[in-house]
């Protein structure tokens, strides 16, 4: 429960008494001033950020953050995020398409240029499955991990989704096609470093000091087949990956560490270890409800974060690290919304501890944290549900006498598509005669499509640290790396002092 909540008397107590609460006139006069007495005493920080910590909850949309919110905090509540003191939005298209991907999104967020839906690291000259265009350097595009490198800084990347999917891979490869993850998908004729490869073999990914998330069997493809999935590639040239960068680390005298569960993870001694490389999984990481939590199982999103971090910490010169929620949009895709909600909370606990952490070492004004998402869903909230009524629900009746969900999807798959004919009249299902709470169960859809698609509308983005105020309105989302590499001076602005950079014109307001 907030603090602020607490203050005015409110504790965890029934529904009616929750009600009496939010119904009554002392109590919202007096969070309304709570509020703008907090507001008021928002400053700006303009130190040089030494870290830059950025959030990404993939297919995490302003619909996603209301519901989860409602759904673990209740309707006054707050995610750890929506307390930040700034916050703005971002438009998220690509340079071709109105509604994006995670490959082009993720792209405009590390580099500062908007490309081609499905492509990575490479500007819009390079067209989907464009292999030639793909290999010119001139076409390549700089990321902010490779800005931070050169600067002096610890680099890392982490993901609940594989550490070759869209989202990581963008920071580290320069590719044509976001699924030519491993040797088995790269094209006939077309002589271009698979993704797994690139993030070994090539800058930055090869000197990134933390990667962790799943994707083993993009890197080892020819071990562990009892539980090789065929959603995606598996590498079949006989290397191991994760060997050859391990036998890399230990040729240049380095520290490393190679974790394959929790256990193994929370044992590393941070301040005797330089590099950490953790493949959980072969595929995706298991969603949060399913995860075995015990010290053999698979680490959670909040202690890969924090592990990181206090490893990161150890350079003098600061670090950048980019941390993925990735299962949020994996769930959405396959229309389970409870299960995409719970990765959403899973991704709030990584935040809320990093804050902790960052408070706890000092760190916290110098380091510019970020959360936002890379696209949107097509998540909608609708009906007139009471206050309490549960946001995974039944939230009203149609015309039509039959009951719907409050959360349902503009189109997805035949699990959310609730349509039958009857005498040739369209029969929706009755959602109160199932368990809209089951981890399975999809919310109703009105167009049946192959997957749920992304959504094309702006998505939230919330900051604190230094020049953390520079989110303010609605922004271009290649933005993103403009900002990160001016608040903490790398790249083109390594040499710049605050004054340097003045306007005499705004692109937010008059």
């Known amino acids: 429960m907030a603090e602020w909540a607490k203050t005015l008397g409110l504790r965890k107590t029934p529904l009616f008494t929750l009600f009496y609460f939010i119904t ?51 309707e006054t509540g707050y995610l750890s995020w929506e307390r930040f003191p700034h916050l703005g939005a971002i438009k998220t298209y690509a340079a071709n398409k109105q509604v994006p991907d995670s490959a082009n999104t993720a792209t405009a967020l590390y580099t500062g240029v908007k490309v081609n839906k499905g492509t990575l690291g490479v500007d819009s000259a390079v067209q989907l499955e464009d ?49 030519w993850e491993c040797d088995s998908s790269i094209p006939a004729g077309c002589d271009i470093k698979d993704i797994a490869r690139q993030l070994v073999e090539d800058l930055p990914g090869k000197k990134f000091n933390v990667i962790m998330g799943g994707g083993r069997q993009m890197m ?9 999935t065929s959603s995606t590639c598996v590498r079949t040239d006989g290397r191991n990956l994760i060997g050859e960068w391990a036998e890399e680390k230990r040729s240049q005298g380095v520290r490393y560490a190679l974790p394959n569960n929790t256990r193994d993870l929370l044992n590393i001694d941070v301040s005797k270890t ?25 680490p959670s999103l909040e202690e890969m974060a924090t592990t990181a971090i206090k490893l990161l910490m150890n350079n003098e010169n600061g670090f950048v690290l980019m941390v993925e929620g990735g299962l949020i949009d994996t769930n959405h895709h396959l229309g389970k919304t409870h299960a995409a909600l719970e990765e959403a909370v899973a991704l709030n606990k990584a935040v809320n501890s990093t804050m902790r952490l960052l408070r706890d070492s000092g760190i916290e004004d110098k380091t510019l944290v970020i959360v936002t998402s890379d696209h949107s869903h097509t998540l909608t909230i609708s009906g007139y549900p009471d206050i309490g009524n549960d946001i995974l629900g039944i939230a009203d009746k149609d015309a039509d006498g039959v009951p719907y969900t ?43 499509t192959g997957s749920n698609t992304h959504g094309g509308n702006d998505v939230f983005i919330f900051a604190s640290g230094p020049f953390a105020h520079l ?16 608040a903490s001076r790398i790249g083109e602005f390594s040499s710049y002092s605050a004054s340097q950079l003045t306007s005499s014109s705004s692109t937010c307001g008059y």
């Not at 953790?278 to 053999?296: A, M, Q, V």
């Not at 040739?424 to 167009?447: C, H, L």
């Open 274 to 298: 330089d590099y950490i490389l953790g493949i959980f999984n072969n595929y995706n990481l298991p969603n949060e409800y399913e995860r075995d939590k015990s010290e053999t199982g698979i």
């Open 220 to 228: 080892v493809g020819d071990q562990h087949k009892d539980s090789i």
């Open 406 to 448: 409050t959360l349902g999807y503009a189109n997805s798959v035949k699990n959310n598509y609730h349509y039958k004919a009857v005498n040739g009249t369209v029969v929706r299902e009755d959602p109160s005669k199932v368990d809209t709470r089951s981890w399975d169960y999809g919310p109703q859809a009105a167009v049946l």
């Open 471 to 486: 989110f303010h309105c609605i922004h271009e989302q290649n933005y993103v790396a403009t900002v990160m590499r001016y």
């Open 131 to 179: 292999c030639q265009g793909a290999l010119l350097e001139k076409n390549h595009l700089t990321t902010v991990a490779t800005h931070a490198q050169e600067a002096g800084k610890s680099t890392g990347i982490i993901t609940t989704a594989r550490v070759t999917d869209a989202t990581p891979a963008a920071m580290y490869a320069h590719t044509a096609n976001r699924g």
């Open 24 to 74: 009554d006139t002392k109590y919202w006069k007096e969070s309304a001033l709570k509020d703008l007495y907090e507001s008021l005493e928002v400053g700006y920080n303009t130190k040089i950020a030494k870290n830059v910590i950025l959030f990404i909850g993939d297919g995490m949309g302003p619909n996603t953050i209301t519901a989860t919110r409602i759904y673990s905090k209740g």
